[in-house]
């Protein structure tokens, strides 16, 4: 059932007092408090629920956890924790007095991440507003926007082959220990030393020995298969919840180092690509690919998000450039003049080619364009930050829908805390004023 709207309270306690008492309302926590419209949120979000049953929790406390959590780069667990001794997070999400424990479960982030779903963007897009209200973002700067994709890495440990044996071995039997179904071995300790003993020969560089260990699970991992399918046969129920498990086990055992085509990279994350980055430090990264587009121009408060979107299958970047362009210009209400791309997105599929710049073109770039064109590397640093301060760097989130959620919400954490920094700005410019004004110093003011 639809939560109960947020009703805040002005009467006061005779033994608590009220947050808006005892915090600084100056503070750019409670500004941007005020700034968001969570309105506008909860009746976005309101087709989700139903008619009948209990009461949901405020739309604005999990909104606002969701947002402090990517803002300043926690976890779900470390969002809650700080909650209870933040009197600005409780603030921000809507609490009218002190609360000494956390009123819900943790657990909550996970249900309202997969019930937003498709609805995560109009965070991004409340962001945008916000900062446009706010003066840190300006009109004209979404006309003309820099295109660029990065890698989002899984939290997956690097794919070896013995160790992606192992994995599939240890997870068959938890998967056999939770259905009930009895073994006539589980091989879990034998192929724990021999995953073992692999990583320590091919460090040493004696391949004969480590192809030895590997053939040694492959075949462990085969016997444990077969069993698990003699065991289960004829039982409908349970041979479908091992269906899946069952083909990523078999695939993970026939696949080979060299081979080409589809591979497996992790048991329990079979969703991970192996994607191509050509850089010395990381010839190649496992996770998803992610496209961000942001301004071009510098605004006020500096580069803003206006789009960012997970791409599982890891598509070729110039067929993506169409989707993209019009999920931006859906955003952000505002028709896109010029897009400002790599050299990986030649051939792209652009609905105005004419109105895209690709890295190095030298055809029709002079002038202002030759300078925007010079621009189109600002985005890279703005990656940085994102995968540094944000959740870019690593998804820790379950599946593609775990990946998508992922790159939204750490574009909205990023634009929110430029927006947090902006007003950091104004009000030290507004004290400044204050403090310099002829009012405030009594050798200028003529009266005195």
């Excluded at 002005?10 to 700034?35: C, S």
């Excluded at 209870?84 to 309202?112: A, I």
């Excluded at 962001?127 to 003309?144: I, N, P, W, Y």
Aim: aromatic share 8%.
């Amino acid at each position: 059932m639809r939560p109960k709207k947020h009703e805040a309270t002005r009467e006061g306690d005779l033994f608590r007092a009220r947050l808006d008492q005892i915090i600084n309302t100056k503070h750019e926590l409670v500004q941007l408090a005020g700034k968001i419209d969570w309105a506008w949120i909860d009746a976005e979000i309101a087709p989700l629920y139903s008619d009948k049953g209990r009461p949901g929790i405020e739309s604005r406390f999990v909104i606002g956890l969701l947002l402090l959590k990517h803002m300043f780069g926690l976890s779900d667990e470390g969002v809650c924790e700080r909650w209870v001794y933040d009197p600005y997070f409780q603030y921000f999400t809507g609490e009218t007095f002190f609360q000494h424990s956390f009123p819900h479960e943790r657990s909550d982030l996970s249900h309202w991440r997969k019930r937003l779903g498709d609805k995560l963007d109009l965070l991004l897009a409340e962001s945008l507003r916000v900062a446009h209200t706010s003066g840190a973002l300006r009109t004209r700067d979404l006309a003309r926007i820099t295109v660029d994709t990065t890698v989002q890495p899984k939290h997956i440990a690097f794919p070896t082959v013995a160790r992606l044996l192992h994995a599939a071995i240890k997870g068959l039997n938890r998967l056999a220990r939770r259905h009930g179904v009895r073994l006539r071995q589980s091989y879990v300790r034998v192929t724990q030393r021999a995953a073992m003993m692999a990583g320590r020969y091919a460090h040493a560089k004696q391949f004969k020995r480590h192809h030895r260990e590997v053939r040694f699970l492959r075949t462990r991992l085969g016997r444990l298969i077969r069993d698990i399918r003699r065991k289960i046969a004829g039982h409908e129920p349970v041979e479908a919840a091992f269906e899946s498990p069952l083909s990523r086990a078999s695939q993970i055992r026939s696949q080979r180092q060299r081979q080409r085509g589809w591979k497996l990279y992790s048991f329990h994350a079979p969703e991970v690509e192996c994607i191509g980055k050509g850089k010395a430090r990381a010839p190649y990264e496992f996770g998803v690919k992610v496209s961000i587009v942001t301004t071009n121009a510098r605004a006020p408060g500096g580069q803003f998000v206006l789009h960012a979107a997970a791409l599982p299958g890891n598509p070729y970047d110039g067929h993506t450039l169409r989707a993209v362009i019009e999920d931006t210009q859906r955003l952000t209400g505002r028709e896109i003049e010029r897009v400002y791309v790599d050299k990986g997105y030649r051939g792209h599929d652009a609905p105005k080619p004419r109105s895209v710049f690709i890295s190095g073109q030298k055809r029709g770039v002079f002038g202002a364009i030759k300078r925007e064109l010079r621009r189109r590397s600002a985005v890279e640093p703005l990656i940085g930050h994102m995968k540094e301060q944000g959740h870019l760097g690593r998804c820790y989130l379950k599946g593609h829908a775990g990946d998508a959620a992922n790159a939204i919400l750490t574009a909205a954490g990023y634009n929110f805390r430029r927006i947090l920094a902006w007003l950091r700005i104004l009000l030290c410019l507004i004290l400044a004023a204050m403090t310099t004004s002829p009012h405030s110093n009594p050798t200028l003011n003529p009266a005195s």
